[in-house]
C-alpha cells in the first residue's frame, strides 16, 4: 500500500493523523511507514522534511529526515537514533517543522522564476533552508544585478499558483515544458503534475510551493559560477537584511 502524500495538493498542510503501515528496519535508525502523510521526502533537489511524530500514548519522536526507500519506494520517516518506534496498526500525528517547510517553499518557488528570468536549459539545481541554485546550458555569463532585478520583479507581480495534472502522452507531446534536464518529472503513474505561476513560469514539478510569487520575498543573486564550457551556476539567497 503506497503512501499517501497529502502535500501534493496542499503544501500548506501542517499536519496530519496516519496509521503506521511498518517500520523500515534496515536504516540506522528507525524509518516509520504511514498510510498517508504532510511530510515531503527529499527529492527534485528539494531536501526532505523534518518535524516530529506524536504516539498514541503522547510521546513525541523527533522525525529527522524524509526520503524513498532506496529498494522498495516506500516513504520513509527516519526517526532519530535510538527512539522507539509505534508499532504497525498505531494511530499517529504527523507535524512538520513549519518555519522550515516554509522557506523551503518560497525558496523552491524562487527557482521557478529563475527559470522564467534566464532563458536557457537547465541542467542541474538544488534547494537549501535560504538559498537555492540552478545551473543553466548558457556559454555566455550572465549579469548578476540584472537577474536579481528580474527576480524581485517578477516576485512583485504576487502571481498566483495552479496546481494542474496531465498525463505521460500530453507531456511528451509538449517537451518544452520540462525545464530540468537532470531531474525529469516521474513517470509511470499514469499522470503528472504541473505547476503553474500564472504569466510566469509553467512545467512539471512535484515539490511544495508558495499560494503567490508575493510570498518568497526579496531575493538577490549571491553568485554566478562557471561549471564547464557551457555551464552556469546561479546561486540566489533571501535578502532579509
Known amino acids: 500500500m503506497a503512501t499517501e502524500e497529502l502535500f501534493r495538493e ?12 511498518g517500520v523500515a528496519d534496515d536504516l540506522p535508525a528507525p ?9 515531503y521526502p527529499n527529492g527534485g533537489g528539494q531536501p526532505g522534511d523534518i518535524g516530529v511524530l506524536i504516539c498514541a500514548d ?3 519522536l523527533q522525525i529527522v529526515d ?3 526507500h532506496r529498494d ?7 526517526l532519530a537514533e535510538d527512539s522507539v518506534a509505534p508499532q504497525a496498526g ?52 550572465v549579469d548578476k544585478t540584472e537577474i536579481t532585478a528580474t ?3 517578477l516576485i512583485q507581480k504576487n502571481k498566483p499558483m495552479t496546481l494542474a495534472w496531465t498525463t505521460d502522452a500530453e507531456l511528451d507531446a509538449q517537451p518544452d515544458l520540462v525545464r530540468t534536464m537532470s531531474a525529469p518529472p516521474p513517470r509511470g503513474a499514469g499522470r503528472v503534475r504541473l505547476v503553474e505561476f500564472a504569466d510566469i513560469d509553467l ?26 564550457k557551457q555551464n552556469r551556476r546561479v546561486i540566489v539567497e533571501f535578502d532579509e537584511d
Request: charged letters at 30%.
Open 10 to 21: 496542499d503544501g500548506y498542510m501542517k499536519r496530519c493523523d496516519a496509521t503506521v503501515l
Open 31 to 39: 524509518g516509520v511507514i504511514t498510510d498517508q502523510t504532510v511530510f
Open 58 to 60: 503522547g510521546r513525541e
Open 66 to 68: 524524509t526520503f524513498k
Open 72 to 78: 522498495t519506494g516506500e516513504h520513509v520517516h527516519l
Open 90 to 141: 498505531e494511530r499517529v500525528g504527523l507535524a512538520i517543522d513549519w518555519d522550515r517547510r516554509y522557506r523551503l517553499m518560497r525558496m523552491h518557488s524562487c527557482m521557478h522564476m529563475l527559470c522564467a528570468a534566464i532563458d536557457a536549459p537547465v541542467t542541474g539545481g538544488s534547494i537549501q533552508d535560504g538559498r537555492g541554485r540552478l545551473d543553466f546550458d548558457l556559454p555566455e555569463p
Open 151 to 153: 527576480l524581485n520583479e
Open 203 to 228: 512545467q512539471p514539478c512535484g515539490g511544495t510551493h508558495v499560494a503567490t510569487t508575493g510570498e518568497i520575498g526579496k531575493v538577490r543573486v549571491r553568485k554566478i559560477e562557471k561549471k564547464g
